[in-house]
């Protein structure tokens, strides 16, 4: 079993900045891929793209097993909860994702 920890989430206002930190442990050969996902009210959830703008930077830390989303110049349509994602292979190849149980981002006007 994997256990996936986000913290980082909080009420910021338009135009801050905030990181989320995603912590992947347990039972893990590999990590073939660790993403990031948001839901906001009343909507699907979407994948968080790295926008190569610096607006939204998504990196990791593979010794740690941890994947960062840096988020800057905030928005309200920002509010969501944020969840990570995490592709994990094991000894034998096969391959399980897992969610984590999101982190509530909001921005205020």
């Known amino acids: 079993q994997v256990q996936l920890v986000e913290s980082g989430g909080g009420l910021v206002q338009a135009g801050q900045s905030l990181r989320l930190s995603c912590a992947a442990s347990?039972?893990?050969?590999?990590?073939?891929?660790m993403d990031w996902y948001r839901q906001a009210p009343g909507k699907q959830r979407e994948l968080v793209a790295d926008?190569?703008?610096?607006?939204f930077t998504i990196s990791r830390d593979n010794a740690k097993n941890m994947v960062y989303l840096q988020m800057n110049s905030l928005q309200p349509e920002d509010t969501a909860v944020y969840y990570c994602?995490?592709?994990?292979?094991?000894?034998?190849?096969?391959?399980?994702?897992?969610w984590g149980q999101g982190t509530q981002v909001t921005v205020s006007s």
């Open positions: 994602n995490v592709e994990v292979a094991d000894s034998a190849g096969l391959r399980n994702f897992y």
């Open positions: 347990g039972s893990i050969f590999s990590i073939n891929a």
């Open positions: 926008d190569g703008k610096g607006r």
